[in-house]
């Protein structure tokens, strides 16, 4: 766990440094940051003309497993993780079985523990079987320091009655409620079964009432006082709502995906069943106003939404193929690629974005180059050129919107906790 990171691009700014420095990691902890560090017998990484930033972190994530193995396994998506750049990573509790039980959530642990080569949080279920109906036990399932975070993921809980109590207990719990606000198969059924006399509003038909639920959450956010962070914002009115809500100090942070930071639904009518995500492809102004929303800070994080499933899955054609894309191993090419280096955000940004923001919001240790800290580090090859081809990617699932793109900048290596996962496009683990 020794190492020295000789002569990148160091970029921290957590702690306002962009330099040229050598980094020395004793016993996995960063124990020295110099201009020229000198070290008898200590394993060197040439980091010339790379940039070395703190370890990324991607607090939106579906690695599967248990019984649906067949789409992701934490072994796959922690390696994927390490391809792409990430050091830490969250899950999301939409397992089979769901992460609704202290016995899910230690199988989940002990699984983590054996089969990860990252480091992995987990957040867990709001609701038993994810249903919206009855809370979960949700002080039992507060493992610490796995369990960041708490939500339905896939599903809003529809009840505000039952949202509201979540937003008590979540206090109580001191956890952060991180809801999905997007409409979803199961809840537009429950819709349909309740009010069998009412049409099915096209706005529900279309998954059009994200801004419903942010404004719903934001106000509870007020009304309990509690945090809350709105997961994967695709739509302006979200945004504005969340802006609002800021200026009025109630305690929101929210997150945009690659995929809605740089698609439209015409991709999607292109690209077919695999651009079928929940929340789905907006329109262009949408777009526009995420990225102007990470340009003046409304939007804090940018996580993937890694969400992969089989290719027999998404060959069902479009109504029948199930909602996600994968993006662990896109996400930093397709950032640097459509956002940094055209201008529309600055790399200082992107890390902030990227391993700052999510780092403070979760509160994990990593987001930080300081001296002490766990080495949990990403070096990044601005300059990489590469296309995106899925059947090159560790990840099982193949599902990328982004198959075919010409990419500008790639992860080079990652460190975690001193250890070196990934080097020159090869996993070392
Ligand atoms: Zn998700």
Redesign the pocket.
Known sequence: MNLLIRGGRVIDPSRDVDDYLDILIEEGLISRIDPHIEQEGVPVIEAAGKVVVPGLIDM???LRDFNESYKETIATGTKAAALGGFTTVVC?P?TDPPLDTPQAVEQWINRAEQDACVNLYTKVCLTKGRKGKQLVNLRALVHRPWVVAATD??NPVVSDNVMERAFVKARESELLLTP?CEESPTTIQDFQQQNPLIPLAEEIAHYKREPYYVARDLQLAERTNWRVHI??VSMAQSLGLIKQARARWVPVTCEATPHHLTLTEKDAEKCGPDAKT?PPLRQRDDVKALQQGLKDGTIDCIAS?H?PHAPHEKARGWEAAPM?AIGLETSLGVILTSLVHPGIITLTQAIELMSINPARILGLSGGSLSIGKPADITIIDLEKKWVVDPSLFASQGRNTPFKGWRLRGKAYATIVGGKVVMKAEELLV
């Open positions: 939106h994530c579906h999301e939409n993921d896939g999905h997961s994967h929940n939404d969400a996600g």
